[in-house]
């Protein structure tokens, strides 16, 4: 009786173990999720109030104000970070982007010449800066910006970027 206990163990554990059962994700409801952003801006500003001076709260409302598509919402935090620590580079990238879709182009480039000012092997504000330069039709300037990445770059998908742009740059010549 045992061994015929154990076989079927064995037996259904090689069907449990066979058998895929797939996990069951639930995506939040929109309502519950536009509560979830809302509870976390609200916590955030109160910790923003208990410390004004908090460079990764400011980030982190800009983020969640350029995913919910409010630009100006998002340059305020990131100008108020900037204020606190002007050598921050992601503030400056975070900052650059926001800017360019903005279509404040020259503040956009300001701040990634910003970045190669702290880290001047900076792979994303290489790339950015080498497609500006490609969108005012400088190829010389951009190829440059491009290559330093690829050259000087640290495993980024920047880096990746900068390759297939010269290998476009190159095709178009």
Request: hydrophobic share 45%; net charge neutral; proline share 3%.
């Amino acid at each position: 009786m045992a061994a015929l206990a154990a076989a079927m163990m064995i037996a259904g554990g090689g069907w449990l173990l066979s058998h895929e059962e797939k996990p069951v994700v639930r995506q939040p409801r929109e309502d519950q999720r536009e509560f979830n952003v809302a509870h976390e801006k609200a916590f955030l500003a109160e910790q923003l109030r208990r410390n004004p001076g908090h460079t990764p709260i400011l980030l982190r409302l800009a983020q969640m104000e350029r995913s919910e598509g409010d630009l100006r919402g998002a340059r305020q935090h990131l100008e108020q970070a900037l204020a606190i620590d002007g050598r921050q580079v992601d503030i400056h990238l975070e900052l650059g982007l926001v800017c360019w879709e903005l279509g404040d182009f020259a503040a956009a480039e300001e701040h990634n010449r910003a970045v190669l000012r702290v880290d001047a092997n900076q792979p994303d504000a290489l790339y950015n800066l080498g497609a500006f330069s490609a969108n005012r039709g400088n190829s010389r300037q951009a190829r440059e910006f491009w290559l330093t990445a690829v050259r000087n770059g640290r495993n980024a998908d920047a880096v990746d970027k900068s390759r297939n742009a010269l290998e476009r740059l190159k095709a178009l010549q």
